[in-house]
């Protein structure tokens, strides 16, 4: 069985970005793991992986970090299962909206997010995530949770090429979930577990496709503890 | 033998962005062509397609519009040739990034060089243009000349996720090219035909991969009249 590291707060919330990712690509695979819970400041519980961040996963004796390279090695150790690329013109253009992600659409997120999300951190990790908001943001929780609204307005308009992509198909990956889809609803993911304040209208195409995406596999990612 | 109608300039100048997507994926799908050029305010030219924009193309009896749907037509009728998508998932990530590109980067560039491109447009065609450069930007060329600098650099900020994504690998399809690649360097295509002054410098990992689409297909794309 393959086990997943993933970040946890308060309440037993399983908040990580990037560790969501995985999970929804291992669900797409079809493949049963188990999650194994850390701080963010016990780096010493996945100082095997030879990182510092989560997610890892380890197969029976193989370990893999970083989000894009355990969906490259889910997608080339279990061909069986559904594919996360459709091919390497698919992975190829995967990677290009993985980099999107990350540098146009996550940013803006924790900037936005980031003062609502430390209230949910565990009392041990509160500290270390002051420093990560400060180090990213350079503003402070409370300076950030002022800039909010206006924060949400660009974090819209940076969304704007996927929110347009999503009017003429259902899914990034057109009429099926392939993993870029899992790669931006991570962002939302993170947004509704770390914080009650929504960033997109109910009728925002962007919304639509974030609730599609909830119901996959069975509603498995709805059923995490989340503020809506 | 398919009819392209694109656009010309001075000198005979083929410089639409949109129609050398269209031109390089005729290429890809090593599909001979004709060239059919027509002014901007030459709308009745057109006219047969349906539309005010090229490129059009006609294929024996079939005239397909938009770039994009030239595109799908191509793939699907000559299934034969190199695929431009690489399958479904990578045609509809190809719609996600034919969408960034001409939301996040087209505007900008436009910004950045309509100023010179001014001055390579027929006679006939000047007026129109400069109103067209006011309708987009709202600035006239002198204004626009002015910020070019600015511009250029929010424009190479605006391409960080490609270029992060071409450090990579060789092309945005991965080890070979495909559509998505065609729609970004149609940009560069379009910077070099209208204008000498350059938008990267030698080594940015992006001129190094337009230089590589330069020389795809026997150096098709570098041998038309451009600045540089």
Redesign the interface.
Known sequence: MIELWELVGQSDRRYSTFSWRTRMALRHKQLAFTEQPVLQTDKAAIAFSGGRTVPVIRDSETVVRDSWQIAEYLEQTYPQGP?L?????????????N??VD??VVPLAFRGLACDAILIQDPADQEHFRATIEKFTGGSPDSLKLEQPKTFERLRAAL???R??LK??Q??????P?Y?DYILFSVFQWARIVSPVSILPADDPLQVWFERILALHDGYARNTLAFY
Chains 1, 2 share one sequence.
């Open positions: 594919s690329f459709g091919g390497s013109t698919g992975k190829a253009l995967c990677l290009f909206f980099t999107w540098r146009s704007d090429p996927a347009a992509t003429r198909q899914f990034l990956g057109g009429s099926e392939c870029a």
